[in-house]
């Protein structure tokens, strides 16, 4: 998991509660990622960041947000809104975006709303 | 539309032995094409990965991959399997010029002693 940090690595929350997972990165790389992991759903893309304060919006980005004001830095926010947030949250990031380089994972926080 | 399948959900097989996890993409282009491993309450780590070249791919902890155009599929191998393999695989596809990686669904991994 080297050079990604993800915190807390458990996260217990009451329904309606946002919550925020941290992300931080000290491998100088451009591209970060957020990804949902389900079990036998593989991961998805939450949303992603090529470049400091721009993000796009990935495959289930209903009630996330994401900052990127930082270039070692991308918060990832549950709301309200999200209405399964039980999950096993991954940040990943790339030297950059381009296709051909692979993804570093962070070690993962995982979520549990009641 | 891009996509990944593994088709099996697990596989089994005695320490020593070879192993395949198995994986095929359907893509409209060239791919580019991943292995990643994870461990129980971990994040993915990179194994290896295809780009351009020799089909026959290697990367970390003795495995390996071939990519096989004409039947669009990326295995993943290993001539002996240890116990210490037992993971959760992920293949995942990705075309040149864009920004995401596309994961399959994971196959678990149990190797026997």
């Known amino acids: 998991d080297g050079g990604i940090t993800q915190s807390p690595k458990y996260l217990f929350r009451k329904e309606g509660q946002n919550v925020t997972l941290s992300c931080e990165q000290n491998?100088?790389?451009?591209?970060m990622y957020w990804y949902r992991q389900d079990p036998g759903q593989g991961l998805r893309l939450i949303y992603y960041s090529q470049i400091v304060n721009d993000f796009q919006k990935g495959d289930i980005a209903e009630g996330y947000s994401v900052s990127r004001e930082k270039k070692e830095s991308f918060p990832l926010t549950v709301t309200s809104a999200q209405k399964n947030p039980t999950a096993f949250y991954l940040c990943?990031?790339?030297?950059?975006?381009?296709?051909?380089?692979?993804?570093?994972f962070g070690p993962g926080t995982r979520l549990t709303v009641t | 539309a891009q996509s990944v399948a593994q088709p099996e959900d697990q596989v089994n097989v005695a320490e020593g032995n070879p192993l395949t996890v198995k994986c095929t993409y359907s893509v409209s282009g060239n791919p580019y094409l991943f292995w990643y491993v994870q461990y129980p309450n971990r994040g993915l780590q990179f194994l290896l990965k295809?780009?351009?070249?020799?089909?026959l791919v290697k990367g970390s902890y003795g495995f390996e991959a071939e990519f096989n155009k004409s039947q669009t599929s990326f295995h993943l191998k290993k001539p002996s399997a240890l116990v210490s393999d037992s993971a959760l695989y992920f293949c995942?596809?990705?075309?040149?010029?864009?920004?995401?990686?596309?994961f399959g669904t994971g196959t678990r991994l149990q190797v026997f002693p």
């Open positions: 990943a990031s790339s030297l950059t975006s381009g296709s051909s380089y692979e993804q570093y």
């Open positions: 295809y780009i351009t070249g020799d089909n």
């Open positions: 491998l100088n790389h451009d591209a």
């Open positions: 995942a596809v990705s075309l040149y010029n864009t920004d995401k990686l596309i």
